[in-house]
């Protein structure tokens, strides 16, 4: 430093004022079990201005902390990065040998070599390679002293550090302040940011949004941001800012954008922002220079969690263009007073408050807003007609009242809208008449929707119709009648056809192919039908051409046809085919297979026979599989059991027999198994009960047959089970108490004995219990009174006895849950005879005459016995004595089970002396009388 200036004055006061702000900070040495000497080191490659010279930096720790560092400008220059790190680990091994032979000095040595971390490659495999090359033959013969020492190995290693992956960074409450260093997006594994209760101003670095696993920033706002006189932009929207919104004082008069949408904000909008919070409230319609907030043109605060109503006063901001309070739970209804948005609005391009709780109408005047382009008030409670000022709005682009309680017809003059874009009125219920001819005229119409209302008429014709950019046209559940609109095939950009739920009749046309863009057509429960005098279902052929396809509904409709093989040829796009309730007879077409992006085949409630075809096997994504009400017949093909992803199998009230098979335990996200009103004959397999996913069982109306297995306690998510109307036997498995979700037991017509198990009492969500017509015996179980959510009980047609219970379900029973039952007694039950009540006194008498006579007389009776027996004993002993010799016992043989088997010819019948039973439900005893000669 020859010729010091003032920039180096400054370093040095700055360097100063360093120390004297940090006297009292210090390091602090913990207790560690690794006390080792490890070093780290890099450079920064040719960082001076003046000569290009590189810096070298080291720091060394010693256990915890550090304990020596050091950071000097390298006397060479270097050539490249590689060779700066390559002198900077030369100049870091040389400071490790100093601190290696200081610690011996205290008496400790390290037995390890010193490991000294660089994060450069070349530069260890410098260190690393023995000869010198072109590479490295310009540099110092002192710098490889490095090499020396790796060659070693005893004093000192050259490692590369493992990468450190940061994926969450949170530092709140640290009292951190300036700016949030552009730094942080070097963090390309960062998920979640939390900088929260800190000091920091300015704005998030733009480089954060490059970052492709961030997902959380959690930022806190400044109190004195909205107190700032020069900020025009408050943006943190998509982060996840609880809390209450900063309730003033107001100061931000040059503010002209406020987005805090998406977040979590909570409580109401403060009347900081609502009045432009004003040091005399009462003054503030007379005084401009106490709008603080004049400014604002954009109020974003969607999807929060604000709540209370929004005062008119806000509606004073007349610089506002968006005002967008989506997503929040707003409510009450002066917001669309005519006197509000109306009056002093006349800027408003954009109003959007749709899902909230917002009452009141559409005002009258809204057409006022001659620059209004998008409206969206969808999702509210918002009652009245439709007006018809709207058509004033000529730039009008996007209007959104769905879900609303809106009525009336709609206006005609909406077809004035020429720059309409989206017209929605759907969900409404209540809006009537017919939809005016000229909205098929706007041509720059891309979406209708109308769809959940009450709408009649036809459709226009083809005449003078002209919608190129129609996308979706949504009518369904309406009471629309009339062919069906030929129109709609030249529609060559819609995407969306909604038709269902009317009234339409005619043809499905077979020029639907004319729609390429199409991925929705719905046209179920209507009065369409197939091409006349065809046979097989035309439409198919045509819309093999729609390859952008996903969803295909026309089900509930005469269409009186076959299935064409052309049904393969469906684009590989295709999800959803239903074809429900459409009269359609034949076989399932074997290239069905062929849709290999198919989620759902729904054919349910037709006229299909033959067999399920075994080229299902290739709808590897199938989740649903709807075959009921039909007439199949043979087995279910072993081809269902390669749908690993079925949820729903629906194959009952067919003609299917055979085994049903066991590979279907393997269905691990099968959720609905009904298999009702079919002939198979055999047993349940076992693997069916250890489904543990399974939700809803039905096998009714079957010929099944054998016992229940006590595995069907494995089925703990089971919902609802239908096993009636089978031959199934035996006890019913305790096991099924295990059940705790189940809420519909049908046993009922099988042969089932025994006792109703006490388990019963644990199915604490039960609804409904069936177990009528089996031959149950003993008594119903009082524990059942306590199934809070049991509405309804039959047990008749059983042998049971007893008292039936009186509360919970009980209570409320008829005389119909009960019949068959010979024994069952019970009041509350109309013609139930009543069960035999003793009289108090004549019960408390007789527990004294047992307590008083009968209990002393047995006592002394069975001493008596006990001295008789030991006498009698006693006596026989005395007459043994005087026995001379002991008579010669007979002995006999052994008899073998097979010798037993010969003499009673193999257990015949006729060898039988008598028949008994015990008490418990088991099989009868026989006696066999066997005579040995």
């Not at 059942?784 to 047609?797: D, F, P, Q």
Request: net charge positive; with cysteine.
């Amino acid at each position: 430093m020859h010729c010091p200036t003032k920039p180096h004055l400054g370093a040095a006061k700055k360097v100063l004022r360093y120390i004297v702000g940090t006297v009292d900070f210090g390091i602090w040495y913990s207790k560690v079990a690794d006390f080792s000497l490890i070093g780290y080191s890099d450079s920064d490659w040719a960082g001076s201005i003046d000569n290009r010279k590189s810096t070298s930096g080291n720091v060394f720790n010693l256990g915890s902390r550090a304990i020596s560092w050091s950071s000097k400008k390298q006397d060479v220059v270097a050539l490249s990065s590689s060779k700066a790190e390559y002198v900077a680990v030369t100049s870091a091994a040389c400071q490790a040998i100093w601190l290696q032979r200081l610690l011996i000095d205290i008496f400790y040595r390290q037995k390890d070599a010193t490991k000294i971390f660089c994060d450069n490659k070349a530069t260890i495999a410098m260190t690393k390679n023995p000869s010198f090359h072109s590479r490295t033959k310009h540099i110092d013969i002192r710098y490889h002293f490095i090499r020396d020492l790796t060659a070693k190995g005893d004093r000192v290693k050259v490692l590369r550090p493992k990468r450190q992956r940061v994926v969450a960074l949170a530092l709140p409450d640290m009292q951190l302040q300036g700016t949030i260093s552009s730094s942080l997006a070097n963090f390309s594994f960062l998920s979640m940011l939390n900088l929260k209760n800190n000091s920091f101003h300015g704005g998030i670095p733009y480089g954060l949004d490059h970052l492709p696993r961030l997902r959380v920033i959690d930022v806190s706002i400044p109190t004195n941001l909205f107190q700032h006189r020069r900020v025009q932009v408050i943006s943190l929207a998509f982060n996840k800012l609880g809390g209450e919104m900063w309730k003033g004082p107001w100061y931000v008069p040059e503010l002209r954008v406020l987005n805090m949408g998406n977040n979590s904000l909570t409580d109401i909008i403060p009347p900081s922002v609502k009045l432009q919070f004003v040091w005399e409230q009462n003054q503030w319609q007379h005084s401009k220079r106490h709008r603080y907030l004049s400014q604002l043109a954009f109020l974003v605060l969607y999807d929060n969690q604000l709540t209370g109503s929004i005062p008119t006063s806000l509606f004073n901001i007349s610089s506002l263009f968006v005002v967008s309070l989506v997503f929040n739970s707003l409510y009450g209804s002066r917001l669309l007073g005519e006197g509000n948005i109306v009056s002093n609005l006349k800027e408003l391009q954009v109003l959007s408050i749709s899902f909230n709780n917002i009452t009141g109408e559409i005002p009258r005047n809204i057409g006022c807003l001659s620059k209004l382009e998008e409206f969206y008030i969808g999702d509210n409670p918002i009652k009245g007609t439709i007006p018809a000022s709207l058509a004033n709005i000529s730039i009008l682009q996007y209007v959104s009242c769905k879900r609303n309680c809106l009525e009336g017809p709609i206006p005609p003059e909406l077809g004035k809208l020429s720059n309409l874009r989206q017209l929605g009125f759907g969900h409404n219920y209540n809006l009537i008449g017919q939809i005016p001819d000229v909205i098929f005229n706007v041509s720059s119409l891309e979406r209708i929707a109308v769809n959940f209302n009450n709408l009649s008429g036809t459709l226009p014709g083809t005449t003078g119709l002209h919608l190129p950019n129609l996308k979706e046209l949504i009518l369904g559940v309406n009471q629309i009648e009339g062919e069906f609109p030929l129109f709609i095939t030249n529609v060559s950009k819609l995407e969306i056809l909604d038709l269902s739920d009317n009234f339409f009749t005619g043809t499905i046309p077979t020029t639907l192919g004319n729609l390429r863009e199409l991925r929705g057509l719905f046209l179920h429960s209507n009065q369409l039908t197939n091409e006349p005098r065809e046979h097989e279902l035309q439409f198919f052929n045509s819309l093999a051409d729609c390859r952008m396809l996903q969803y295909l509904e026309v089900g509930s409709n005469p269409l009186n046809g076959v299935l064409p093989n052309s049904i393969g040829n469906l684009s590989s796009t295709t999800e959803v085919v239903r074809l429900a309730d459409a009269h359609i007879s034949g076989f399932i077409p074997a290239n069905t297979g062929n849709i290999s992006g198919l989620i759902i085949l729904d054919f349910q409630n037709n006229n299909l026979m033959g067999n399920i075809p075994a080229e299902i096997r290739k709808l590897k994504q199938l989740q649903g599989l709807f075959l009921q009400y039909n007439k199949f017949q043979g087995h279910i093909p072993e081809a269902v059991c390669h749908l690993s992803n079925l949820v729903k199998l629906f194959l009952q009230v067919n003609e299917l027999y055979g085994q049903i098979p066991e590979c279907i335990g393997n269905l691990s996200m099968l959720q609905d198994l009904y298999l009702g009103s079919n002939k198979f004959p055999s047993k349940i397999p076992l693997s069916l009960w250890k489904m543990s996913g399974l939700l809803y069982v039905d096998v009714s109306r079957n010929s099944i047959e054998g016992e229940v297995p006590p595995d069907i306690g494995e089925l703990k998510a089971i919902l609802e089970l239908y096993l009636s109307s089978n031959n199934l036997s035996g006890v019913i498995p305790s096991r099924l108490g295990e059940l705790l979700s189940l809420q519909y037991l049908d046993l009922s017509n099988n042969s089932f004995s025994c006792q109703i198990p006490l388990s019963f009492a644990n199915l604490i969500s039960l609804e409904f219990l069936y177990l009528s017509l089996n031959t149950l015996s003993g008594t119903i179980p009082k524990s059942l009174e306590k199934l809070s959510y049991l509405k309804s009980i039959n047990v008749s047609l059983n042998v049971l006895d007893g008292e039936i219970p009186s509360g919970g379900v009980f209570a409320n029973s008829t005389l119909q849950s009960f019949l068959g039952n010979k024994d069952v007694c019970g009041m509350h039950i109309l013609e139930v005879p009543s069960c035999p009540i003793t009289k108090s006194g004549q019960q408390s008498k007789s527990n004294k005459f047992v307590l008083k006579i009968v209990i002393p007389v047995l006592t002394s009776f069975m001493i008596l016995l006990l001295v008789s027996i030991w006498i009698m004993k006693r006596k026989k002993i005395a007459k043994s004595k005087d026995v001379g010799k002991v008579p010669e016992i007979n002995t006999y043989p052994l008899i073998s089970y097979h010798e037993i088997q010969r003499a009673t010819s193999n257990f015949d019948g006729s060898n039988l002396i008598g028949v008994g039973s015990s008490g418990l439900c088991t099989k009868q005893h026989y006696l066999v009388e066997l005579w040995w000669p």
